[in-house]
Every structure is written in C-alpha cells, then in structure tokens.
C-alpha cells in the first residue's frame, strides 16, 4: 500500500480482523486514485449497549491533494451498522465514491449543465392547451402545455417570462420543458 494508514480505537480492544479488514479497504482505495496524501480511520464505540448490542462508529478522514474528504458511519444510519465489518465495507464504498468524484474534478471531468435559455410568452392559446416563445434573438417556439412544469399552464399569461429546453419537434422547434420565472420564488 502506497498511502499512509493510521487506525485508531475509541473504546474497543485492538481487533485484528477488523485492523485486516480496514488495511484491506484502505489498499482497495489506491486504485481509485493513487495520489492520497494519508488515511487515518478511527473506530469507536461510544456506548457499551447491552440490550441493543455493540454500536459502533467509523471515520475516514482522506488527505488529497488540495482537500480532504470525510467519511462518517453511525448506527443511527442504518440498523445492519451493528455489524462492524458491513459499517466498514460501507464507509470504505463512499470514501471510494468521494475519491472517484475528486478524480474526475481533479481532471476538469465534471459534468456541467448549460443555464437554460429564457423566453417571453408571446402567444398564447388556453382552450387548445399549446402557446408561443419568443426567445431573445426573436424566433418563436412552440410549447404545449403539458410541457410547462409544476402544472403552471393555467398561470401563464401573454408576457410572462421563463426558461426552457428546445428540442427539434415535427413542424420545427418545440419546447419540451418551461419553468415560469417569477415572484413567487420560482427560479
């Protein structure tokens, strides 16, 4: 293992087995991204429980490059987290799944989504359920009303503005999505 493993025990004996289990896991990180500064875990038991059995918390504190990433297990989580071994496989899961989303930001990876266009409601037929948007360089698209979210189609008025997505429809460009933009907190 290329990266620097401390584990620690809050209140429980030194285990073996779980000691293997976390080295193992730490090992199985390296080959998600290879330039992890350190891994410190530490396992705890705060609470000795006797009718409810062993509660354990884990941590994973992960020092990359620039940032780091913390994972943290607790019973309340999820009733399987009595089992030690099943909380730790899980923290190990999303410290690999932090590690893989800091890659990809690392390599200029991550997905981001064009603002969608505003446009003006121009015209505007109720009875028929369909309208008219003028976008901003003047053409016109075409929306009909289930595509208007929140079911705000019966809001709409000649002029109101809002955003959409355009997509190629039959009889040219369509509005497959509109969201009002106005003063009730919408967008």
Not at 78 to 96: L, N, P, Q, V
Not at 139 to 162: I, K, M, P
Request: hydrophobic fraction near 35%.
């Amino acid at each position: 293992m290329k990266i620097p493993l401390q584990i620690t025990f809050h209140k429980i004996a030194q285990n073996e087995q779980i000691e293997s289990a976390i080295r193992a896991s730490a090992e199985w990180l390296d080959q998600y991204y290879d330039r992890i500064i350190s891994c410190r875990v530490v396992v705890d038991r705060p609470h000795n429980h006797h009718r409810d059995g062993n509660l354990y918390h884990v941590r994973i504190d992960l020092k990359v490059p620039g940032s780091e990433l913390v994972v943290r297990r607790e019973p309340s989580d999820h009733m399987a987290y009595k089992d030690i071994g099943i909380m730790i496989h899980d923290a190990f899961d999303e410290a690999r799944r932090q590690l893989a989303d800091y890659a990809r930001q690392q390599r200029g990876q991550v997905k981001s989504h064009d603002p969608m266009p505003h446009a003006r409601v121009v015209k505007l037929f109720p009875q028929a359920g369909y309208g008219f948007l003028e976008t901003p360089d003047g053409r016109e698209v075409y929306f009909h009303g289930n595509s208007v979210l929140q079911s705000d189609f019966a809001n709409l008025q000649v002029g109101t503005e809002v955003r959409f997505t355009e997509e190629l429809g039959e009889k040219g460009p369509q509005a497959s999505s509109v969201i009002p933009v106005g003063r009730h907190g919408r967008i």
